[in-house]
């Protein structure tokens, strides 16, 4: 499996990883959206989804990431779209969670906070090694604050997007369940899921990533 430091520019129809990853999330994306517990909620929490696969799909020349990247990506999306299913706040994960820790909420939605933050710290990294040719060290740790940044950006769309909805949607959306701290403590999973996904980044042996091969375009201007 590449990582950041083997991964090379393939054209899309000779990635069969990536290939085969979408084929299965396409499986997921389906299956998710088959009779879900609250299709307003479903749509809502697609529409990031749609937004973020668009950009990976616009930007594939770009910049195609590591096939470990991908699989990181691919899974939590599929875990999203669990929780876009059931609904987050009655997801039945959550409702084990809450029984076997006898908590007072269903915290499946803090296990996708935290998930976001282990899951996508790696591809964050990746771009800033290979793209913004960041210093590894820099790199390590600056996916921390990004996916801050990130969490809290989707925190302020929630709140906008729970003005604009119904309340019924607007609650499924927020998932809330009383907690008046539900926004900074999702903030702090991520932010958790972050450090622990660059703790064990940090334990990858010490290789750069291989320079990105120039341009047709920019070699000919460069003669």
């Known amino acids: 499996m590449t990582t950041a430091p083997t991964a090379k520019a393939v054209p899309f129809r000779h990635n069969r990883f990536l290939q085969l990853l979408c084929l299965l999330f396409s499986a997921v994306w389906i299956a998710s959206g088959i009779h879900p517990v609250m299709p307003v909620d479903w749509w809502v929490e697609n529409a990031l989804v749609f937004l973020a696969i668009g950009y990976l799909i616009a930007t594939y020349r770009w910049m195609t990431f590591s096939q470990l990247?991908?699989?990181?990506?691919?899974?939590?999306?599929?875990?999203?779209?669990?929780?876009?299913?059931?609904?987050?706040?009655?997801?039945?994960?959550?409702?084990?969670?809450?029984?076997?820790?006898?908590?007072?909420?269903?915290?499946?939605?803090r296990v996708t906070h935290f998930?976001?933050?282990?899951?996508?710290?790696?591809?964050?990294?990746?771009?800033?090694?290979?793209?913004?040719?960041?210093?590894?060290?820099?790199?390590?740790?600056?996916?921390?604050?990004?996916?801050?940044?990130?969490?809290?950006?989707?925190?302020?769309?929630?709140?906008?997007?729970a003005g604009i909805l119904s309340k019924d949607a607007g609650d499924a959306f927020l998932a809330l369940q009383g907690d008046p701290w539900d926004t900074q403590k999702d903030m702090f999973m991520a932010f958790a899921g972050s450090v622990v996904a660059t703790g064990v980044t940090a334990l990858f042996p010490r290789r750069q990533p291989r320079p990105e091969p120039a341009r047709a375009g920019a070699t000919a201007g460069a003669r």
């Open 69 to 109: 990247s991908y699989l990181l990506l691919f899974l939590f999306l599929c875990l999203h779209e669990w929780g876009a299913h059931y609904r987050y706040a009655i997801d039945p994960v959550g409702e084990w969670l809450r029984h076997f820790f006898h908590t007072i909420r269903n915290d499946f939605d």
């Open 115 to 161: 998930s976001f933050g282990l899951l996508v710290s790696y591809p964050q990294r990746e771009i800033l090694l290979r793209k913004a040719g960041m210093r590894r060290s820099w790199a390590l740790w600056t996916p921390i604050v990004m996916i801050s940044g990130y969490s809290a950006a989707y925190e302020i769309i929630e709140a906008a997007a």
